[in-house]
């Protein structure tokens, strides 16, 4: 069964840092990995999709990297600010579609 | 921009009562899929419809869940009898084909807290 990790938790910052989140999977059989925020309470907004054969997506501030065979991803947020707080969620995508998420990293960026 | 929508947004209830959440696909979308995410933790996958049919179901607690797509388009989730336990966050999501790799587009969720 794929199991989906991400490490922090939870970050805070001061506004203006470049900062990295991890997320780490079990099961390198993936077809794409995808990364979402989600302000408290609210649903989840894509950020980034990198499929297989990729190994990064940038858009933006926002910079995505994808290992299969280490079983890694990494999102990247450069300048942070104020208004990126919340919380990063990353799911890989099997080939059914299905996917699998990890807890998350709330991140919060103070002013 | 098309979105999913979902309602109510948020939904409190008694344990034992019966509760049902609406989701309204991205027009045009084959794939509707419902997760489950309690605070704190990333969702979880519930149901896949794939039109009107159930592709995945295998983490619905069937005893007491239900949904259904009837006609391929929008979609209710039901459950019978609430339990303390179900508190959470219901998410919807779409996706056009429900082919590999695919994006699927959220909704904004449907709050539910069993007192």
């Known amino acids: 069964k794929q199991e989906v990790t991400q490490i922090p938790a939870a970050l805070s910052v001061p506004e203006g840092e470049n900062l990295v989140l991890n997320c780490s999977f079990t099961d390198s059989a993936i077809y794409n990995l995808q990364w979402f925020r989600q302000d408290p309470g609210k649903g989840l907004t894509s950020l980034l999709l990198?499929?297989?054969?990729?190994r990064e997506q940038t858009s933006g501030r926002l910079n995505a990297s994808l290992d299969k065979s280490s079983g890694r991803s990494t999102l990247y947020i450069a300048a942070s600010q104020p208004g990126d707080s919340a919380t990063y969620l990353c799911a890989v995508i099997p080939a059914g579609n299905m996917l699998t998420f990890g807890g998350g990293t709330r991140l919060m960026v103070k002013p | 921009e098309a979105e999913v929508a979902q309602s109510p947004r948020y939904k409190i209830t008694e344990k034992s009562q019966a509760v049902a959440f609406w989701c309204d696909p991205i027009?045009?979308?084959?794939?509707l899929y419902w997760y489950r995410q309690i605070l704190g933790q990333g969702p979880e996958l519930l149901v896949q419809f794939q039109d009107e049919s159930v592709v995945d179901d295998s983490q619905l607690p069937k005893d007491r869940f239900s949904a259904e797509r009837l006609k391929g388009v929008d979609s209710t989730l039901k459950i019978q009898p609430a339990e303390l336990g179900d508190s959470a966050m219901y998410l919807c999501?779409?996706?056009?084909?429900?082919?590999?790799?695919?994006?699927?587009?959220f909704g904004p969720g449907t709050r539910l807290l069993v007192l």
């Open positions: 027009s045009g979308h084959a794939t």
């Open positions: 999501a779409s996706s056009p084909l429900g082919q590999g790799g695919e994006t699927q587009y």
């Open positions: 990198i499929q297989s054969s990729q």
